[in-house]
């Protein structure tokens, strides 16, 4: 059965960094490509960043650019999301996702994780 599960949430300061992760099971996550997403309470989810499954392109929201960096080790299943200089409007909860259509990875993705939380005190 194809998961994904994220860690590496946590409550962080405004200026500090963490790394999430997401761990991909099932046969066919290599050949996907992988994005995450972010739910702020009150808010409608919003797309963050993506990487291609084969050429390691990346996509990230305007509002990101710059202090989140989207990785993924193709050998472990896992993608990556570092965050720097964290906000507290970076506080959400924080979705992996994964599509084999790139069109769809940045807009409504396939498969899904449970999602972990970023709390951001100021």
């Known amino acids: 059965q194809e998961q994904l599960v994220e860690s590496g949430g946590g409550l962080v300061q405004a200026g500090g960094s963490l790394r999430l992760s997401c761990a991909a099971s099932?046969?066919?996550?290599?050949?996907?490509?992988m994005g995450w997403f972010r739910q702020a309470s009150g808010k409608e989810r919003e797309f963050v960043a993506a990487?291609?499954?084969?050429?390691?392109?990346?996509n990230y929201a305007d509002a990101v650019k710059g202090r989140f960096t989207i990785s993924r080790n193709s050998a472990k299943d896992t993608v990556y999301l570092q965050i720097n200089s964290l906000k507290p409007e970076d506080t959400a909860v924080y979705y992996c996702?994964?599509?084999?259509?790139?069109?769809?990875?940045?807009?409504?993705?396939?498969?899904w994780g449970k999602g972990t939380l970023v709390t951001v005190s100021s």
């Open positions: 996702a994964a599509d084999r259509n790139w069109g769809l990875i940045t807009a409504n993705p396939g498969y």
């Open positions: 099932g046969p066919t996550f290599s050949v996907y490509h």
């Open positions: 990487i291609t499954w084969n050429t390691g392109n990346t």
